[in-house]
């Protein structure tokens, strides 16, 4: 069985620029959650996304955001970089009814400069 | 706030020796737990869930909780070299569907 996907694994891009990630989850999950790593904040959630719908949101700025189509991929956006967003980014994904167990990809290192 | 309590380490054990990891959490409405291995470089790999008061052993890793001191451990029986990452703990209820993660404890194991 596939695990979570996530594209691409490695991005630089430049103070001001957007930028958007993508994760697909294992066959059958339907939640998706994203999380900011960092080594100075460590795993910070981000927002959870489940049938399209967003049910949960960190406390990140309005620069990030994500969607979720209906085959359950899932993709985030950051708008307008910030040194400061520098990170590894990381998708998990759920089966999504209640919490259950979550699978994380092998995230996407971003660095913005 | 949310918070989820780990000794950052390093925490050194001989090979073959057991490794035990602690975590504290304040929120009284935690419902799920988790241990995730991190590898330097590498993303979190779910290793143990605990959901109930108790124990729960799987192979060389039993999990620890007890709800009433908001606690969680994760033991490491027979520990090898390999073993030696981050362990993150990790806490959610079910209404939040967000997991909440200590900030790690590093694992060295010594050959």
């Known amino acids: 069985k596939a695990g979570v996907t996530q594209t691409p694994r490695y991005l630089i891009k430049t103070r001001g620029q957007q930028v958007t990630l993508s994760c697909s989850p294992i066959?059958?999950?339907?939640?998706v959650s994203w999380y900011q790593q960092t080594p100075g904040q460590g795993l910070q959630f981000l927002f959870e996304?489940?049938?399209?719908?967003?049910?949960n949101k960190g406390n990140f700025p309005g620069r990030f955001s994500g969607r979720q189509f209906s085959n359950s991929r899932s993709e985030m956006n950051v708008s307008t970089l910030e040194l400061g967003d520098s990170a590894l980014y990381l998708c998990?994904?759920?089966?999504?009814?209640?919490?259950?167990?979550?699978?994380f990809g092998q995230g996407t290192r971003l660095t913005v400069v | 706030q949310k918070e989820v309590e780990q000794n950052s380490g390093p925490l050194s054990v001989p090979e073959g020796a057991i490794a035990s990891l602690n975590c504290t959490y304040s929120d009284r409405v935690s419902q799920s737990f988790f241990w995730y291995r991190q590898y330097s470089g590498k993303s979190p790999e779910l290793i143990m869930s605990i959901y109930s008061n108790g124990d729960k052993e799987d192979g060389r890793f039993t999990a620890q909780l007890n709800k009433a001191s908001q606690y969680v451990s994760l033991l490491i029986r027979d520990s090898q070299p390999s073993d030696s990452a981050t362990y993150l703990c990790a806490v959610t209820d079910t209404g939040r569907r967000a997991l909440t993660f200590g900030s790690g404890t590093r694992l060295q194991v010594q050959p």
């Open positions: 066959s059958g999950h339907r939640s």
């Open positions: 996304y489940f049938s399209e719908t967003q049910r």
């Open positions: 998990a994904s759920s089966q999504g009814q209640g919490f259950t167990e979550a699978f």
